[in-house]
T-cell receptor
Framework: EAQVTQNPRYLITVTGKKLTVTCSQN?????MSWYRQDPGLGLRQIYY???????DKGDVPEGYKVSRKEKRNFPLILESPSPNQTSLYFC????????????FGQGTRLTVV | GENVEQHPSTLSVQEGDSAVIKCTYS??????FPWYKQELGKRPQLIID?????GEKKDQRIAVTLNKTAKHFSLHITETQPEDSAVYFC?????????FGSGTKLNVKP
């Protein structure tokens, strides 16, 4: 089954404790991206990747890192999480760019206390 | 970058009525305009999209219209049903990025 898989689904952590949210897709998509969803703000892009070893900042990249060492995986790293990063996070992939259908992961609900 | 504005933020309709959600965008180079539906607690999923070389596209009870001159596109849902209740997002591409509207929460009352 074609899908985008994120883990974990729920995470509660403390300020400053490094964490990684994993994202994997099995559709051989070149484009992958991370979004955060906050009430009234819609989906805001954090980072994106056009292909392996090619990553770039979205609109809200501060406090986040990503890597794209393999085509299927695109982890999101929070080196020192802060409470303002409490949010719902979605990973998405698309065949080549965002001019094609985006497939979203199940979401990760992160709470930083 | 692209700026996408979506209205209304909430919309309540009676079952069987029509619902219309509107979005405006700023980048005249944008050429792909999808709509995503997000049910409560679930991931966004594409329901319909339109490219800039057509003005309207229909899929059963759902249609999208595009006015490139005015830089706006709209989602039309006819004969609404309770299962249409969800948050709907429009989107438009910028340079290698994607910009989503802030979402419309549609409530269809039985």
């Amino acid at each position: 089954e074609a899908q985008v898989t994120q883990n974990p689904r729920y995470l509660i952590t403390v300020t400053g404790k490094k964490l990684t949210v994993t994202c994997s897709q099995n559709m051989n998509h070149e484009y992958m991206s991370w979004y955060r969803q906050d009430p009234g703000l819609g989906l805001r892009q954090i980072y994106y990747s056009m292909n392996v070893e090619v990553t770039d900042k979205g609109d809200v990249p501060e406090g986040y890192k990503v890597s794209r060492k393999e085509k299927r995986n695109f982890p999101l790293i929070l080196e020192s999480p802060s409470p303002n990063q409490t949010s719902l996070y979605f990973c998405a992939s698309a065949l080549r760019s965002m001019n094609t259908e985006a497939f979203f992961g199940q979401g990760t609900r992160l709470t930083v206390v | 970058g692209e700026n996408v504005e979506q209205h209304p933020s909430t919309l309540s309709v009676q079952e069987g009525d029509s619902a219309v959600i509107k979005c405006t965008y700023s980048d005249s180079a944008s050429n792909y305009f999808p709509w995503y539906k997000q049910e409560l607690g679930k991931r966004p999923q594409l329901i319909i999209d339109i490219r800039s070389n057509v003005g309207e596209k229909k899929d059963q009870r759902i249609a999208v219209t595009l006015n490139k001159t005015a830089k706006h596109f709209s989602l039309h849902i006819t004969e609404t049903q309770p299962e249409d209740s969800a948050v709907y997002f429009c989107a438009a591409p910028g340079f290698n990025k994607f910009y989503f509207g802030s979402g419309t929460k549609l409530n269809v009352k039985p």
